[in-house]
């Protein structure tokens, strides 16, 4: 299957299931959670459906008593879901939770930790300030270091 087609899947079943949800689910366990992705496979078999909790959802426990509601109305939204999208085939879901908001605050914490306060100052081998990535993301080459195995990472980049 195409990646194009792929994509177009992957957003279908992720509008579909968030209004399956939205709608018509009444599990108290799942609240209002909001779909995030829906990574569906090239033969249709699987789809792995990332969520986060809503945000009345308790702190901590809030994703597992999610995930159990999730999977006790699985066979209820693959029903629904086959009877709104037009395939041959729905897909077996698989809920997880989506971690990469938290991971995302957790690494700015530790780089808010490590990098100084005033970082608005001149890189070590920067000149006036100058960073040898523009605001657009080109590298300029005249400020990379090189060594014997080739270009530095730069910061940035």
């Not at 690494?107 to 000149?127: C, K, N, S, T």
């Not at 990379?144 to 195995?149: G, R």
Request: proline fraction near 8%.
């Amino acid at each position: 299957m195409s990646q194009r087609r792929t994509a177009r899947l992957n957003e279908q079943f992720k509008r579909e299931i968030s209004r399956v949800l939205r709608r018509e689910v009444h599990d108290p366990r799942i609240g209002t959670p909001t779909v995030t992705a829906v990574d569906v496979t090239p033969d249709l078999w699987l789809a792995r459906v990332f969520v986060r909790p809503g945000p009345a959802a308790p702190e901590g426990e809030g994703g597992d008593q999610l995930l159990q509601g999730l999977r006790a109305a699985t066979p209820f939204i693959r029903r629904t879901l086959g009877s709104s999208l037009e395939l041959r085939r729905v897909p077996e879901l698989r809920f997880e939770l989506d971690e990469t908001l938290d991971r995302a605050l957790r690494i700015e914490r530790i780089l808010q930790e490590v990098l100084p306060a005033g970082g608005d100052g001149p890189e070590e081998g920067e000149e006036d300030g100058e960073s040898p990535v523009s605001q657009e993301g080109h590298v300029n080459p005249d400020q990379v270091d090189e060594d014997e195995t080739g270009p530095r990472k730069v910061q940035g980049s």
